[in-house]
C-alpha cells in the first residue's frame, strides 16, 4: 500500500516535470558565528578570570594576580587587533579591486 502511493507521487511529480535537483551550497555565515562568540563565549570566559583573580587576591597572592591580569589585558589587545585586521585587510581590497 505504500509502495504503491509512494509509486503514483513519483509518477504525477514525474508528470509535472518536477526535477530533484540538490539546493545550491550556501556559504558558511561567518559573522553570525563571531558574534554569537563575542556576544555568548567572550562574556562567560571572562567572568571566570574575574573569579579566578578574586580567588587569587583574597589568598593574598597579589603579585599573580598582577601579572595573570597583564597577559590578560596584553591577549585582549591582540584579539582586538586580529579584528581590526579583517577592516584593514576588507578596506585595502576595496581600495585595490575597485
Given amino acids: 500500500m505504500i509502495a504503491t502511493e509512494l509509486a503514483a507521487q513519483v509518477a504525477t511529480a514525474m508528470q509535472h516535470g518536477a526535477t530533484?535537483?540538490?539546493p545550491e551550497p550556501k556559504g558558511i555565515n561567518t559573522e553570525g558565528v563571531?558574534?554569537?562568540?563575542?556576544?555568548?563565549?567572550?562574556p562567560i570566559l571572562l567572568a571566570v578570570l574575574g573569579i579566578i583573580f578574586i580567588g587569587r587576591a583574597s589568598r593574598?597572592?597579589?603579585?599573580?594576580?598582577?601579572?595573570?591580569?597583564a597577559i590578560a589585558i596584553v591577549g585582549l589587545a591582540f584579539?582586538?587587533?586580529?579584528?581590526?585586521?579583517f577592516?584593514?585587510?576588507?578596506y585595502?581590497?576595496?581600495l585595490i579591486f575597485s
Fill in 20 to 22: 530533484l535537483a540538490a
Fill in 34 to 42: 563571531v558574534t554569537f562568540f563575542a556576544s555568548n563565549i567572550a
Fill in 60 to 69: 593574598g597572592e597579589i603579585s599573580k594576580v598582577l601579572t595573570s591580569s
Fill in 79 to 85: 584579539i582586538a587587533g586580529a579584528a581590526t585586521l
Fill in 87 to 90: 577592516f584593514v585587510g576588507d
Fill in 92 to 94: 585595502l581590497i576595496d
